[in-house]
Structure formats: C-alpha cells, structure tokens
C-alpha cells in the first residue's frame, strides 16, 4: 500500500482531495436540508401571546414647542415722538400696570393748547349768534302774542255787538208782530165778544162764561201790545174800540216793520263782523315772523353745536395721544424683547414684548386625518427635552377652526395648556405630546395583530388549542369578540368567550409551509445559491 503510495504519489493527493470536496458537498447539502427543516418547522407553527389584563390607552402623539400661556405685543398709539426712558430690560419681570416705556408729549401738548384756545374763541362767537337768534325769537313772539290778544279783544267786542244785534232783531220782530199779530187779535175777540153779547139764544150766565174766556186770551194780546208799544199808546187809545186799533195798526205797522228790517241787517252786519274777527284770531298775525325767528335760532344752536363738535374731537385726540405717551403693561409676565433705546424714534412699531411665563402653552400642529378627534379639554401627557422623562399633566386648550398649511400637507393649530408646575421649563423647548382619546383600566387585552375580521365585518380570535399527537399539527378555535380601546400594540376585549390566561394566535404575513415546500423542490436543496 505504501509502495502504490509512492509510486501513484499524485493520484493519490488527487483522491484525497476529491474525496474530501465530495465529503464537504454532501456535508453542506445535508445541513441546508436540516436547517430548511428547522425553519420550515418555525414557518410551519403559529406565534402565540397570553390574554392578560392591562391598562390601555388610546392616544394621537404629536410634538410641538412651549410657549407663553399669554403673550402681548406692547406698542403705543401714538407714532413720530422720540422715545424719553425704556424703564425695562430683557428678562425683566413687570406686573400689569407698570411703566414700560415714556415718549416725548412737548408737540402734541402745544397743539392741544392752540386746539383749546381756538375752541374757545369759536364758542363766543358762536354763543353770541345764538344769543342774537333768541332775542329774535322772543321779539317775534312776545310780537305775536300782543297779535293775539288784540285779535282775542277784537272777537270779545265784536262778539258783544253781534249779541246787542240779536237782541235789537229780536225785540223789531216782536214789536212787528204786536201789531200785525196781537192787534188784529185783539180785533178779532172784539167782534167775537159783540157777537156773544148780541147771541139772544144764549142765557146770560153762558153769555158771561164765554166772555170771560174771551176777555182773558184779549188781555194776552194786550200785554204784548202793550209791553213792546205802550209808550206810543195815548190816553185816548182804548182795546174795546176796533177803530182805535185798526188806526193803530196802520199808523205803526210800516215803521216796525222798517225798524224791524233794519235790526235784522244790523245783526247780520255784527254776525259777519264777529266771524271775520274769529277767523283772524284763528290765524295771528306775525305766526310766518315766529316760524322765521324759531328757524333762525335753530339754525344758530347747530351751527354752535357743529361748530365746537370738531374742536372737541380733536382736543380729544390730542389728550389721548398725551396719554398715550406713557406706555404701560397690559399683562404681568417676562420682558422677552425690546426693541427701541432711549433717544430714538418711534415709528409705531413693537416696544417690547411681554409673555406670561408663570403658566406655559404647547403650541403643536395636528394632521387633518387625526384634527377630528381632538377636542378642547382632554387629557394630554406632555413630556420635554428639557425635563427628561417626567410626564406633565396637560389638557386641550384650543382648536383652530380653520387650517394651517404645513410640509406634510394640510395641519390644524392645537394649544395644550401645561398643568403641572415646574420649574425647569423654559420657552422654545421641544415638546412631546399624548392627547388621550380613550382610556380603559385594568380590562381584558389581546395583542392588536391577533384580531381578525370576517368578510361581513365581524372581529375573531383564534384560541389555541395545543399540537394534535397523532398529526403534530397545532389545533385552534374560532372565537367571535366585540373590541374597545385600541393601542398601539394591544386592543381591549370587551365581549367573547375568551378568559384571561389563555392563548391567542397571532397570524403570520400570508404565506404557508406548502410555498415553501415547493419553492424548495424547485430551486434544490440550497434554494437557488
């Protein structure tokens, strides 16, 4: 053997190393087949987790920047004065109410005094037109009153004529009627009592009766003759003689019937007279003078009021620009700017600024697809670069209405108010945010990836059950479950039959052992390398 060694030196290092790579292949090609083994049963079986309980929250994380709870842009309203004393410095704390800044007033003082003086002298000279109105006025009236009551006099005696009129009518008419009505009555009973007396069919007391009843409805008449004509009767006129009356009659009948037309065209003269004296003290004289002279002083007391309302304004103006001059704190908090020197002028621009340190904001911006679910006073975990891992207490503040455009497209302003007090906070530091939508304590929870949806929607676990021992494969049951607070790794059981302890699969992406099986057979035993 050794003699063959020798003689076949080089066939002999040429078998063994071609033995020894046919050792190593068939080496190598065994392992792979074993560790595909190993993995494919890996691949082969499900991942597990335990149902445990758990305090889950369900929560948006965003970060942002602490700012002021407050903070104010103080500037004075007043512009081209130069800047007297800045009364603070950068980091200075001032109270609300205290001097921050004093600007120059020496202008604005000397056109207030100029102002004043010239309101002065136009409200003389408008207070002496005014004055001048109202004596007019009071003229015109005391004017037209005078009218009046010499128009109230002219109606008071015309009136007094009219009712002398009426009398004087009245008493024409009735001695008218003396004559032409009771005369020819009396006339007439005469003949009637003559009758009575020459009646021979008639006894001597029906004679008497119906004399008497006769002779007292004649003395009726005679007492109207007599009151309206008993100064033209004479001694010889006698009422039983009916010559007498009717000569009378003739003689007076034309004369009171002229006097009577004459008393009836005087009292329609005094009628006409004591109208038109009415109807003139229904309009007095100098009433177009009065509305003139009212018109006037009217005119007069506007003009006075225009005159000084503009001077006012301005003189207002110019006491609250003087005002304006001495620039205080609107809020208490830290001076984080200043932005002018004594000396210079001021254009209207920002003095300082002044933010509320004592309370801090964190100013952050929210997607659109989360902006929904944040609402103003939930809870937020805020946490800082600057104080580590303490969690500080927060809550919403606001939420802006209307969006921000930002780099990740459309966002939404959020303010987070810092509850917890704490003094290595400072302005500008980077913030970390948990707004906390949902909450659940101490409840059933499985891991987020094991809960699987049928096609109608509804949620299921898979409960595993162990490996079979005849078939080596891992049995598992279908459980239905109704969900509730979802985290980010978990997510609340609500209803189902599930209990606590027990195992649910958790499903791998979508392949199976088969694929592998045959990706195996077709690429050999090295799966292709």
Request: charged share 20%; hydrophobic share 40%; net charge negative.
């Amino acid at each position: 053997m050794g003699r063959w060694i020798k003689r076949h030196k080089g066939l002999f290092i040429f078998l063994c190393i071609f033995t020894t790579l046919v050792l190593m292949f068939v080496g190598v090609i065994a392992c792979s087949v074993n560790m595909s083994k190993k993995y494919l049963d890996v691949l082969m079986s499900n991942e597990t987790a335990v149902v445990e309980r758990r305090d889950l929250v369900e929560s948006i994380s965003a970060s942002g920047y602490v700012v002021s709870s407050d903070s104010v842009i103080v500037t004075a309203r007043v512009a081209n004065v130069d800047i007297i004393d800045i009364n603070v410095e950068l980091g200075d704390w001032v109270e609300a109410g205290d001097l921050i800044c004093s600007l120059d007033s020496t202008n604005l003082e000397e056109s207030l005094a100029i102002a004043q003086a010239n309101l002065e002298a136009n409200e003389q000279s408008l207070a002496m037109a005014v004055s001048a109105a109202q004596r007019q006025y009071n003229d015109a009236l005391d004017s037209q009153n005078q009218a009046n009551e010499n128009a109230q006099d002219m109606v008071d005696s015309t009136l007094r004529a009219f009712e002398l009129a009426i009398l004087s009518r009245d008493a024409a008419l009735n001695a008218y009627n003396a004559i032409v009505v009771d005369a020819a009555a009396i006339i007439n009973l005469n003949n009637d009592i003559a009758a009575i007396n020459n009646n021979a069919a008639l006894s001597d007391e029906e004679k008497a009766s119906q004399i008497s009843v006769k002779n007292n409805e004649k003395n009726s008449h005679i007492e109207v003759v007599k009151k309206y004509w008993d100064n033209f009767l004479n001694i010889y006129f006698s009422f039983d003689d009916n010559s007498s009356i009717q000569s009378f009659i003739d003689k007076n009948k034309d004369t009171a019937y002229s006097t009577y037309i004459s008393a009836q065209y005087n009292y329609i003269n005094a009628q006409n007279t004591y109208n038109n004296a009415v109807d003139a003290a229904a309009t007095p004289s100098g009433s177009s003078m009065v509305s003139n002279a009212y018109d006037n002083l009217t005119n007069a007391q506007t003009n006075a009021e225009i005159g000084t309302m503009s001077a006012e304004q301005q003189i207002d103006q110019y006491q609250q620009q003087i005002e304006n001059c001495m620039v205080y704190a609107p809020i208490s908090g830290m001076v984080t700017s200043v932005n002018f020197r004594e000396g210079d002028l001021y254009t209207g621009a920002a003095i300082v600024t002044i933010e509320n340190t004592s309370t801090y904001d964190v100013e952050t911006y929210i997607s659109e697809y989360d902006i929904g679910k944040v609402k103003v006073g939930q809870e937020v975990v805020v946490k800082t670069n600057g104080t580590g891992d303490l969690e500080l207490e927060g809550v919403v503040k606001s939420v802006a209405p209307r969006s921000t455009p930002g780099a990740n497209g459309v966002v939404y302003k959020v303010i987070v108010q810092i509850n917890t007090p704490c003094e290595d906070i400072r302005l500008d530091m980077t913030a970390k945010l948990s707004i906390i939508m949902n909450k659940a304590e101490n409840v059933i929870t499985v891991p987020y990836e094991s809960v699987q949806y049928e096609e109608d929607g509804r949620a299921y676990v898979e409960i595993s059950k162990g490996k079979n021992a005849s078939t080596g494969l891992e049995e598992k049951e279908k459980v239905y479950v109704t969900t509730g607070v979802e985290s980010a790794y978990y997510i609340e059981i609500t209803s189902g039959d599930i209990t606590e302890g027990s195992e649910v699969i958790v499903p791998r992406d979508e392949y199976n052992a088969l694929n592998i099986y045959e990706l195996l057979e077709e690429e050999g035993a090295l799966g292709g390398y």
